[in-house]
């Protein structure tokens, strides 16, 4: 089969697969290969799934972009490989995955959420954290895509080896709101990459409320 062809029987198949929030993997993929990745519309601004699956999938395009800058013919079935690839993660994207040699490990989403949440405790000034912020255009996105999935506590989206987590913080009166939020970012962020193996990962903290 020729390149042309396997590229566009990938893209057939990508066509029919979505991620959490409803969005086509192949609509997402093609703004990443047009070199929009960092041009969010008004949903994807908000949406934690779209933010995740192009950073993701632009992680995965790189080396199509930078074969095409080069005066030489890319490697037969480099598109081939890269097209099976984003297939893969996109069958299950309550999940991260990570390939490798001797298989592969699979890591449920409400996991990462849950170790967020966990870490986030753990910053002194923080009274609490919930999985998701309050804001109501948020909160809607992300209902509406759990209910579907029935993760009704997943403010995550997932795709390959990367994650974006919403997470909203109740900060102790008197502490440095800024330093805090902070904190929690940096916390959070090593604890994933360290744990789950994450390698790209956004934390997004809304500060909701300050207890006396």
Same mark, same amino acid.
């Given at each position: ?102 298989? &592969?490990?699979?890591?449920?989403? #409400? *996991?990462?959420? $849950? /170790?967020?949440? %966990? ?6 000034? +923080? ?53 805090? &939020?902070?904190?929690?970012?940096? #916390? *959070?962020?090593? $604890? /994933?990459?360290? %744990? ?6 956004? +934390? ?9």
């Amino acid at each position: 089969m020729s390149e042309a062809k396997s590229a566009e029987r990938s893209r057939d198949i990508l066509r029919v697969l979505t991620v959490a929030c409803g969005r086509s993997v192949d609509q997402l993929l093609e703004q990443v290969a047009d070199g929009h990745a960092d041009e969010l519309d008004s949903h994807q601004a908000d949406c934690v799934h779209c933010q995740a699956a192009l950073s993701e999938l632009n992680s995965l395009w790189s080396p199509v972009v930078e074969f095409a800058k080069q005066p030489v013919q890319a490697p037969p079935g480099l598109v081939d490989n890269v097209m099976d690839r984003i297939y893969a993660l996109a069958q299950d994207v309550w999940y991260t995955l990570q390939l490798s040699d001797i298989g &592969a490990v699979k890591i449920a989403a #409400r *996991v990462v959420g $849950r /170790l967020a949440r %966990d870490t986030a405790r753990t910053v002194p000034g +923080v009274r609490a954290a919930l999985g998701r912020t309050s804001q109501g255009r948020i909160v809607q996105l992300v209902e509406a895509a759990t209910r579907r999935h029935r993760h009704p506590h997943a403010a995550v989206g997932v795709l390959g080896r990367t994650a974006v987590v919403d997470i909203a913080v109740a900060v102790r009166y008197g502490e440095d709101v800024h330093e805090v &939020a902070a904190e929690v970012q940096q #916390r *959070v962020i090593a $604890r /994933l990459r360290h %744990d789950v193996g994450l390698q790209l990962v956004n +934390v997004n903290v809304t500060v909701d409320d300050v207890v006396i």
